[in-house]
């Protein structure tokens, strides 16, 4: 914080007001503008590079991608296959992220608006699972959607994205319900409310951060799931994005163009999904997770 | 009746969650457990049945990969552990600064963090690949960083800091905006400058949050399989194969379940020995 209240009179020590007037300060520009440009030059430059290889024609060396072509994404797209996968990714992130979200409502909101025998049990288990390791989960996960015939179906990637997001889903999406006053949901109980809806009136209208939050925040995780997708799915037309961009990563190593077009489509959704959700997920996090 | 009734809701409310964790979660782990006793193995069923603690004697034994694979988790965890952490923290402090274009800023610095690991090697294959990658215009035209024993550890490390940094910096972020400004007001009256006062009013408010996140992230980076798998598929000569990665080869590639169980088992206790450890230590939510 390079706010330095001393140079302004007490009463106007807001913090805000105290770091706008510094704005000019050389100092600054060495201590927060320098290492960020560095940092978004760290960050930038390996998406940008994908982008190059993505537009460039094949064989072009040249570091900005002039003409542009869309060549790779037509091979990606139709030859490859990456329509079906991206479909295949598209439902199984939006199943997950409708169950995930649905599920954890009613999981924060006992947590939230409950005191009942087992609940620190319950918290206390929610946080264990974060020890679960995905990798040593396969094995017995194969067998249990084996012996369920769900082997090659788009359902057992849902049921097992949609468990592993859960907990910290629960976790966040409490710490949001909490931050709800139940003041308000109280006096709509008096006022003849049924407790159901109640929420539906009062809470949910309330609560769009955190079910963007944690929305988004499953549907991420659940587009970029690629162990699970790998074992549990052998068969082309199941393929997820990630298990399709690793076998391009495999099998046309040598196709860059392909490569970087593939990873185009397999980043689009999500960054765009997380540009527009950072600020939720950062509240969010402030409100649940860390303060527990 | 109605007592009873609404003294359930809770539970209710909660059933589908304890279902699904049950179900998924706690039957697979007692399963590995079982199968970690086992002969199993999907390619080779004739020769199924009770192994004993078969498994456990191979792998103490006679599985080099086993014991290297440790030592390289343990190296793998604490570089990227250490260094996401420092990087984190400066990050999350710059982008907690008030500037024109904060939002952005911090869209664009967070952003790797929604990328999965493999288009992370997909995109770090494009820098690294000698012909092509960006390393040439530094002028080591025709260094493999990734087929290289000696340059492979670097790359992998630097591959996933570009993505786990992000994480780290809106944990801290997170926790950073929970500190109060009146804080850094007094601490400023009194005459503390800005190096005491980041280590007298910020990292004493942030030591918490920074426990919880190098522990989750610990965790995460100890599962991580994705990168790795991709990115060097555990080599070269198996020298970046982590435990987890050692067990999902054995699970995807090998199709040996009974030994990939006893693997299991065994990260399972080091990661739950290192983690209470560490808590310990860390006195977790203690009296500052």
Request: no cysteine.
């Given at each position: 914080m390079s706010a330095d209240v001393m140079t302004r009179p007490r009463t106007r020590a807001l913090p805000q007001g105290a770091r706008r007037r510094r704005r000019r300060d050389p100092g600054r520009v060495l201590r927060l503008y320098v290492p960020l440009g560095l940092y978004l030059v760290f960050t930038l430059v390996p998406f940008y590079w994908m982008l190059v290889f993505a537009l460039r024609p094949a064989g072009s060396t040249d570091p900005v991608p002039w003409p542009i072509t869309f060549e790779h994404f037509e091979t990606v797209w139709n030859d490859i296959g990456y329509a079906v996968f991206f479909k295949n990714s598209v439902i199984v992130g939006v199943w997950s992220l409708l169950v995930t979200t649905v599920i954890a409502v009613m999981g924060g909101y006992a947590l939230s608006r409950y005191r009942f025998r087992g609940r620190s049990l319950f918290m206390v288990v929610l946080l264990c699972t974060q020890f679960i390791p995905g990798a040593m989960m396969l094995i017995p996960l194969f067998s249990i959607f084996k012996s369920l015939g769900l082997i090659n179906s788009l359902a057992s990637l849902i049921v097992a994205d949609t468990v592993f997001n859960l907990p910290l889903s629960i976790i966040l999406m409490s710490g949001f319900i909490s931050a709800v006053p139940f003041t308000v949901e109280e006096a709509a109980m008096v006022d003849g409310c049924t407790r159901f809806r109640g929420f539906l009136a009062i809470v949910l209208p309330q609560l769009r951060p955190g079910l963007i939050a944690v929305g988004s925040f499953a549907f991420i995780h659940t587009w970029n799931n690629f162990l699970f997708a790998l074992m549990f799915v052998s068969k082309q037309d199941s393929f997820t994005i990630p298990v399709g961009l690793s076998y391009t990563i495999g099998?046309?190593?040598?196709d860059f163009g392909a490569l970087a077009a593939g990873g185009v489509v397999a980043a689009l959704p999500v960054v765009c999904v997380f540009a527009v959700v950072q600020r939720y997920l950062v509240h969010g996090i402030s409100a649940g997770a860390v303060k527990g | 009746m109605t007592t009873m009734r609404r003294k359930a809701v809770p539970y209710l409310l909660i059933s589908p969650t304890v279902a699904l964790i049950a179900a998924f979660l706690v039957y697979p782990i007692a399963s590995v457990a079982y199968y970690s006793l086992q002969h199993r193995n999907l390619t080779r069923p004739w020769a199924d049945g009770f192994a004993g603690l078969g498994n456990f004697r191979q792998m103490l034994f006679e599985d080099e990969v086993f014991w290297h694979s440790l030592g390289f988790t343990a190296k793998w965890v604490v570089a990227e552990i250490g260094l996401q952490l420092i990087l984190g923290l400066a990050l999350a402090l710059i982008v907690n600064e008030s500037f024109i274009g904060r939002g952005l800023a911090r869209s664009l610095v967070f952003s790797p963090w929604a990328v999965s690991g493999v288009l992370t090697t997909g995109i770090w294959i494009l820098l690294y690949t000698p012909s092509t990658g960006v390393l040439r215009f530094l002028g080591q035209p025709e260094a493999a960083v990734l087929g290289n024993p000696d340059t492979v550890f670097p790359a992998v490390v630097v591959t996933e800091l570009w993505r786990g940094v992000p994480f780290f910096a809106i944990l801290l972020l997170a926790g950073l905006q929970g500190i109060p400004g009146e804080l850094y007001e007094a601490a400023a009256v009194d005459g503390a400058g800005r190096v005491r006062r980041f280590l007298h009013v910020t990292l004493p408010h942030l030591r918490d949050a920074i426990v919880l996140a190098t522990l989750l992230r610990g965790v995460w980076e100890f599962n991580n399989v994705d990168l790795l798998y991709t990115l060097t598929g555990g080599g070269p000569a198996q020298v970046t194969t982590t435990l987890p990665l050692y067990v999902a080869q054995r699970a995807v590639d090998s199709k040996d379940f009974g030994y990939g169980s006893a693997l299991t088992m065994a990260g399972f206790v080091i990661l739950l020995f290192c983690s209470i450890l560490y808590l310990r230590l860390s006195r977790f939510g203690g009296e500052r």
């Open positions: 099998e046309y190593s040598a | -």
